[in-house]
């Protein structure tokens, strides 16, 4: 880590007014929401954030996040990295109303009289950014690439577990009985 760690609690709208500019590291294991989507906790997320108020007096945040994390191959289960790079700009609104006020291409970030946690924004940014699903290049990949999940081992688990839930209700049922 190069850059100093993200702030947390701060009044968000007065660094709009001053025009300031946050260049910062946050640590990945400081972002639980985003964790619990990794294959683990390790490395930081480099983070630029800029506030400033628009021509359209709209106060503003334009934020980049760069970073690589470890996520799980969806087909061999194994961790494996996957770039950040993201960009968003975002306006900063009390209420919805406020919200329908801004161009299209902002999102309305709503923000009450409470300081704002810049980690909250990163998490939220960062989710966004993930890729719903994660493939190693065929080469790189523990299982053969072609090799079908639903092979005949585990299509057995399956049905295992199905019979074994499709039980409990017929145990249950026979509990009843037995008590009345
Ligand atoms: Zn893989």
Same mark, same amino acid.
């Given at each position: 880590?190069?850059?100093?760690?993200?702030?947390?609690?701060?009044?968000?709208?007065?660094?709009?007014?001053?025009?300031?500019?946050?260049?910062?590291?946050?640590?990945?294991?400081?972002?639980?929401?985003?964790?619990? =989507?990794?294959?683990?906790?390790?490395?930081?997320?480099?983070?630029?954030?800029?506030?400033?108020?628009?021509?359209?007096?709209?106060?503003?945040?334009?934020?980049? =996040?760069?970073?690589?994390?470890?996520?799980? +191959?969806?087909? +061999?289960?194994?961790?494996?990295?996957?770039?950040?790079?993201?960009?968003?700009?975002?306006?900063?609104?009390?209420?919805?109303?406020?919200?329908?006020?801004?161009?299209?291409?902002?999102?309305?970030?709503?923000?009450?009289?409470? =300081?704002?946690? =810049?980690?909250?924004?990163?998490?939220?940014?960062?989710?966004?950014?993930?890729?719903?699903?994660?493939?190693?290049?065929?080469?790189? +990949?523990?299982?053969?690439?072609?090799?079908?999940?639903?092979?005949?081992?585990?299509?057995?688990?399956?049905?295992?577990?199905?019979?074994?839930?499709?039980?409990?209700?017929?145990?249950?049922?026979?509990?009843?009985?037995?008590?009345?």
């Amino acid at each position: 880590m190069l850059n100093p760690p993200l702030p947390s609690q701060l009044d968000i709208r007065k660094l709009t007014v001053k025009g300031i500019e946050i260049v910062a590291d946050a640590a990945v294991s400081s972002l639980p929401r985003v964790v619990d =989507l990794l294959a683990d906790q390790e490395g930081s997320i480099a983070v630029k954030l800029r506030f400033y108020i628009d021509e359209q007096r709209f106060k503003r945040i334009d934020g980049e =996040l760069k970073s690589t994390v470890n996520m799980f +191959c969806q087909r +061999c289960l194994e961790p494996m990295p996957v770039n950040i790079d993201t960009h968003f700009e975002l306006g900063i609104v009390w209420s919805e109303d406020g919200a329908e006020r801004l161009p299209k291409s902002v999102e309305p970030l709503i923000v009450g009289e409470e =300081l704002t946690d =810049l980690h909250d924004i990163v998490s939220e940014e960062l989710i966004l950014s993930l890729p719903y699903v994660n493939y190693h290049s065929a080469e790189d +990949c523990g299982q053969e690439v072609g090799y079908s999940v639903g092979e005949p081992d585990e299509l057995t688990d399956t049905s295992d577990g199905e019979l074994e839930q499709r039980e409990n209700p017929f145990k249950a049922l026979e509990k009843l009985k037995f008590e009345k």
